[in-house]
Nanobody
Framework: QVQLVESGGGLVQAGGSLRLSCAAA????????LGWYRQAPGNQRELVAT???????NYVDSVKGRFTISRDNARNTVYLEMNSLKPEDTAVYYC?????????????WGQGTQVTVSS
């Protein structure tokens, strides 16, 4: 059964850091792509970062140089290290996973974790 459980959100001052974690079941290696999206109030959900099965990464321009996505297959966890946080990073962050099976692509989402950056 697929399950994505985020943790690590919270309140931080501008310039601070947070690390988000996403425990992925059945395993991180069972997905082609893992990633993080975010959604701020009144905005559409947007891609933040992804990492694929070959460990290639992709970031939205606004977080490049500040955020790092990584995966630990031994712990079945994907991380988002966020540094130099800005108030505009405030959003609910969602873990995302995708896998291709039986000729179809399937997308999965976690329940979300709130990140609030105060100025």
């Amino acid at each position: 059964q697929v399950q994505l459980v985020e943790s690590g959100g919270g309140l931080v001052q501008a310039g601070g850091s947070l690390r988000l974690s996403c425990a992925a079941a059945p395993s991180t290696s069972s997905f082609n792509v893992l990633g993080w999206y975010r959604q701020a109030p009144g905005n559409q959900r947007e891609l933040v970062a992804t990492i694929n099965s070959g460990d290639s990464t992709n970031y939205v321009d606004s977080v490049k140089g500040r955020f790092t996505i990584s995966r630990d297959n031994a712990r079945n966890t994907v991380y988002l290290e966020m540094n130099s946080l800005k108030p505009e990073d405030t959003a609910v962050y969602y873990c995302y996973a995708s896998r291709y099976r039986f000729g179809n692509n399937y997308d999965y989402w976690g329940q979300g974790t709130q990140v609030t950056v105060s100025s």
